[in-house]
Nanobody, 115 residues
Framework: QVQLVESGGGLVQPGGSLRLSCAASGFSFSMYRMRWYRQAPGKERELVAGIGSTGGNLNYADSVKGRFTISRDNAKNTVYLQMNSLKPEDTAVYYC????????WGQGTQVTVSS
């Protein structure tokens, strides 16, 4: 079955960096677009970034453009989110997502940006 396992979250000071990873299994990873979403307390889940099956066709939320970079390693069935210049408003649970007829989600990883 489809499994997505996020890791790499934590507590970081404003201006710091984190790299999130999402290990995928149970489907042909290299054939599907992958996405990162996030959900802050009291807010709706929002799309952060997406990447096409071969690493192109990138898209980013306006709020993270120039600071976050999505990438993937199809040999490792893993998608990454490099987050630089983090701000307190980036605090959220970050989720990995794939749509294969229906949407699949990981358990999420908490990112807290605070001094």
């Amino acid at each position: 079955q489809v499994q997505l396992v996020e890791s790499g979250g934590g507590l970081v000071q404003p201006g710091g960096s984190l790299r999130l990873s999402c290990a995928a299994s149970g489907f042909s990873f290299s054939m599907y677009r992958m996405r990162w979403y996030r959900q802050a307390p009291g807010k709706e889940r929002e799309l952060v970034a997406g990447i096409g099956s071969t690493g192109g066709n990138l898209n980013y939320a306006d709020s993270v453009k120039g600071r976050f970079t999505i990438s993937r390693d199809n040999a490792k069935n893993t998608v990454y989110l490099q987050m630089n210049s983090l701000k307190p408003e980036d605090t959220a649970v970050y989720y990995c997502n794939v749509v294969i007829f229906s949407a699949y989600w990981g358990q999420g990883t908490q990112v807290t940006v605070s001094s």
